[in-house]
């Protein structure tokens, strides 16, 4: 079955977000945030070990430098800066892991960084460099068949290719952005055939109509409320059963 | 010889400090801020590759999450918190050292942290496990003869006793707090009999006048200015001959 | 009727915490974090215009720099740093007052930063002199009888004595430290009784049994959560009808 | 003569930035860092008295929350999110100079902020709205004739066309950005010749040989370094003269 991958980890201090323990059951890897964006390290130690009950594949989430933002706005970092602070946090999290006797699966940029990489060549170089200088081994999560899937596949990364069941897509295999009023899918049903779509023809609807091919190795799930947990268990069941 | 170490990297984006690159050849261990007190990926990124090239044994510094007050005001974390941000700051650290396919040698607890593991054995406890965690063949930098140095010992961790040129010492072997007029040797003459006497008698003079023992494993020494470079060059020089 | 208030705006960013608007109907004061320990510029600017629009009174609630540790993690500031960081707060938070023709009605410390003024003569008086140098009108909000209230009587400030209807008192009229097990009253009965003592004979009964007399000019109350809403609710329903 | 301008009080807790005590002797206006790019309460505090001491026009200096950045790179927050962070900074800077009996003469945007302000109209609006709530009697300083100081005249407020003595100009009116090798001018004489030029004929050299129409109300200097301190006397001095 493809994989199911959901951003968790998301919690920072006394605030709680997220229903990490609802949404494990339901995805095979998740992307815990590493301190830049959301995070702390006592939370990141809970969601390690939490991870490790549900016995899912564990990814670092590093993103910009922002808590405020919850790391969404753009920050205009160099190349340079985008290496170090990526490799900082893929270290920083796996230190966690290390004290359990494991080691991270994979990596895969969170928010504004996921973007900018998505689309900036340079960037996208740096992460993945710094991915392959923490740990060759490492499989990139990126936006398939974006700069950083390339830059990736380029150094000799393993990579996965990540596709959205609420997202719309453009003729260029981008997603539209968040500022347009058809960006996210609400309707529940055409998530679902969005997905199905995607992973039984490997293609996708764009909002022109159009029909086109799309890589997908992984799908983004979300684990923010109730009901997207409840969106989770039900894509997860009909991908069983594809 | 015994060791000689100093606190590094203690830039923070554009503001510089110390002088990392002078203090360099007349030490054989560092300690690398890791972003919580001082120090940014970019910085811990130019510093581990400048201690590299010096040859210098590389550790982590971690400290107190309060860069305005430089990691020097106690902050009432719990153990539980003082593990986790260990922790991270060790992994966070030896990312950059993975990069070129090296480990880290050592850890030492900055400022307030460290004066806190020095007498709370709780603290100290956590400290050593995170660690010990990380890496059970790292070795513990703590104040000789502390809770900390203590509790590292307990796990089987390689301790060094650390002790210090410029301050004066209490009978009961701790360091006067800075709090107190004469808590700090300005002279230099006396900072060098003060080393001279620990290294070669394994005694030093405490503010009330008593020889007291005192373990010695590692001496620290400062970077901040010219002043400090040349002390740090004379007192080299005088064990390299001792 | 005796003052009630409630700390509010204490969501960050994408962080949403406590039931602001659900509190207001049954409260007459707010203190709205400053951004140091909770609280962001946007945020302020909305829990403002909600306070306006419930025509409560406007307070500052300034703590320690510390968000991670939800400014309840004593640090040890300097009581000159504890001036100039109360100074800047009450200034942030004012201008978005200042912005709708509007000044602040008083101020209270966070967490801490509240325990810490408490029992710390000169914390104590540099808090009461920065509330006192931005508008000696401000009203000063502290633990009844405790250092920071008499610091702002001195100064000539007015001042509101607070008590608690969910905690329990010691002998010297000092709160049980959290660290304690009585420390809290979970049971809403006991704590509606607490408050009508304290209300109607100005006496508290403390944990060893004896009842001690207590200046009372203003209630704390919590919007965390629905329960502490409708226990808000009762209290407000009550006092008006002692 | 016409005003001269500089940042100041860029320092943060222990790093120590600029040469605040030297520069101002020759320059009529400061502005002061806020504490999100730079600056923290201790030093704003220190920075005000100085200021008051030298007798300068004291304004206010926000930017993006930033430190690591030092402000210097753009983040994308949305109009109303400049709106609250500029009224902020403004308020937290006034209540060091309310203790004083004082208030601010002027705001100035830095770094990042200060150029999205000179070309996003949504933004400069947002950012003069911030400074006429606060008080419309302050004055705004702003890139000459950008979109900000548009947007403030739009407004009423009075505003500062702001020239620089060390950057090139494009036939636009628009500075060269950094990024490009001629941005900066290094020869002291011919940063000389370009004040002169601009205060005595209203026009200034651009890039292309072209002379065009500048408006000048106020020249930024810089007190970095020793030499920067050096060309503000000289500026200084040659001003007094013409």
Known sequence: MIDLNCDLGESFGIYQLGCDKDIMPFVSSVNIACGFHAGDPTTMHRTVELA????????????????????RRSIKITPQEAYTLVLYQIGALEAFLRAKGKTLHHVKPHGALYNMAAKEEEL????????????PSLILFGLSGSCLTTAGE???LKVRHEVFADRTYQDDGSLTP?????????NEQ???EQVVQIVQQGKV???????ISIKADTICLHG??????????????????V
């Open 178 to 186: 968040r500022s347009f009023e058809n960006a996210v899918i609400d």
């Open 124 to 135: 996208a170089v740096n992460i993945a460099q710094a991915v392959y200088d923490f740990n």
């Open 52 to 71: 490790h009950k549900f016995e899912v594949n564990i990814g670092a989430h590093p993103g910009l430098n922002d808590v405020i933002g919850f790391g």
């Open 190 to 192: 055409q998530a679902i």
């Open 224 to 241: 923010d409320n109730v009901n997207s947990v409840q969106f989770a268990k039900k894509i997860s069941h009909i991908l069983h059963n």
């Open 205 to 211: 609807k764009t909002v022109t109509g159009n029909s």
């Open 154 to 156: 380029k150094l000799g």
